[in-house]
């Protein structure tokens, strides 16, 4: 763990990590924020806390009855 | 010394590098989420109500993890216990009691037969609510930090992150360390599954956050930007994207195929530390809790602020959204849970 190793070894873990990093393929973000944003529109209609719950389906809502006193 | 030009040659080496990543992620910036969502309709504004206001802990509630099940939810305080509930009927249906009280994060299992919890006594202990009375199951004791985070892949799979700055994959039939994955040079404070867990991000104190391959151990991408702690990390609905939360009083959306920041949720006003962070089931929402005691609603698409959850009196710790989105939980230090929708 970096706790236990010399700073010299850590910068080590840090430049072979990077060489790895380096050669990561990227995509265009206009290409992957538009796959996002058809995904989630796809699912916002049915979005529980977008369209809302309604008061007869609600598994939270408060059961019971009136109290009387 | 040889060793001192051994060091600035390998940080030079390294800033190249560096120079390098972003050079080519500028590359394929064609764009940010919010300029390419500049067509879609906007969230409407939300407003959501406390329907259940889950009361039992005696102390800061720290952590909250809901079952697979959408019902039950695990809460963990320093009260020293673990509470499992009902949300529907806001009943108790087990109290675990814990060795330690110090804790700081809490687990459910898929199967719902175990939890585990851990925090400053640098253990994960897995217990099983099946049997009549809880039992303990198993006591992982190798890290040699807090434990900060636990995640279960199975009933016989756990990975951990800890303040020792490294996570932890754990065999739990033999209760030892399969997997050690080293890379971040801060405490890891957090960690979240990919839906087909065959990957983890993780969110440390040195800013970064990291995708890692379960099984072969290593970090494939890592994501900066932060100025400050990582404290809350969670993959967006479609596993292409991770959402931080950070003491930089923001948060960020990393897409994972272009490996790199598209959005920053700040509206220039905050002024306190993130601490925790959900998605609605569609992703279009977030919930963020906040050290000023509020959890902002964000839309994940335009990054602009759509609704407010005010309620308890104290930092909001911990949230989460069960699996079939039908509320938001919200945990805080003022002892309470509430669920909302």
Not at chain 2, 48 to 55: A, F, P
Not at chain 2, 101 to 120: I, Q
Not at chain 2, 237 to 251: E, F, H, L, Q, R
């Amino acid at each position: 763990m970096a706790r236990d190793m010399s700073d010299i070894d850590i910068l080590k873990m840090e430049l072979a990590q990077l060489q790895k990093e380096v050669n990561t393929k990227r995509e265009p973000i206009s290409k992957t924020a538009k796959e996002t944003i058809d995904f989630v529109e796809a699912l916002s209609a049915e979005d529980p806390l977008i369209k809302g719950v309604p008061e007869d389906k609600n598994p939270y809502k408060e059961k019971g009855g009136c109290i009387v006193t | 010394m040889a060793e001192k030009a051994e060091m600035e040659k390998l940080k030079k080496e390294a800033d190249a590098l560096r120079t390098q990543i972003e050079a080519a992620r500028k590359a394929v910036a064609d764009t940010n989420m919010a300029d390419a969502a500049s067509g879609v309709a906007p969230a409407p504004r939300v407003q959501l109500k406390t329907r259940k206001t889950l009361k039992g802990h005696l102390a800061k509630i720290y952590a909250m993890h809901w079952s697979t099940d959408a019902r039950q939810m695990v809460s963990a305080s320093q009260d020293g216990k673990l509470l499992i509930w009902d949300s529907y009927t806001g009943n108790k249906v087990n109290a675990v009691p814990l060795k330690s009280s110090w804790v700081m994060t809490c687990g459910f299992a898929p199967s719902g037969n175990l939890v585990a919890s851990g925090g400053l006594d640098n253990m994960c202990t897995v217990y099983n609510i099946k049997t009549p009375a809880v039992k303990t199951l198993r006591e992982l004791d190798a890290h040699t930090g807090y434990l900060s985070c636990c995640r279960f892949l199975s009933d016989n799979e756990i990975i951990t992150a800890s303040g020792d700055t490294t996570c932890c994959l754990w065999d739990l039939e033999t209760g030892k360390q399969k997997i050690i994955y080293t890379n971040h040079v801060g405490d890891c404070m957090t960690l979240a599954l990919s839906g087909d867990m065959n990957t983890f991000i993780s969110g440390a104190c040195d800013s970064m956050a990291k995708l890692w391959d379960v099984r072969d151990g290593g970090c494939k991408q890592s994501f900066i930007g932060h100025t400050s702690d990582i404290n809350a990390i969670a993959y967006f609905p479609n596993n292409n994207a991770v959402i931080t939360g950070s003491d930089d009083c923001t948060c960020k959306m990393y897409d994972l195929r272009a490996d790199q920041e598209v959005i920053e949720y700040n509206d220039g006003s905050m002024k306190a530390g993130v601490t925790s962070l959900t998605l609605s089931v569609s992703g279009r929402l977030m919930f963020a809790g906040y050290d000023d005691f509020n959890c902002n609603i964000w839309d994940t698409l335009k990054g602009e602020k759509v609704g407010v959850l005010s309620g308890h009196d104290n930092r909001v710790s911990c949230t989460g959204v069960p699996a079939d989105g039908m509320g938001v939980c919200t945990g805080s230090w003022d002892s309470f849970l509430k669920i909302w929708n």
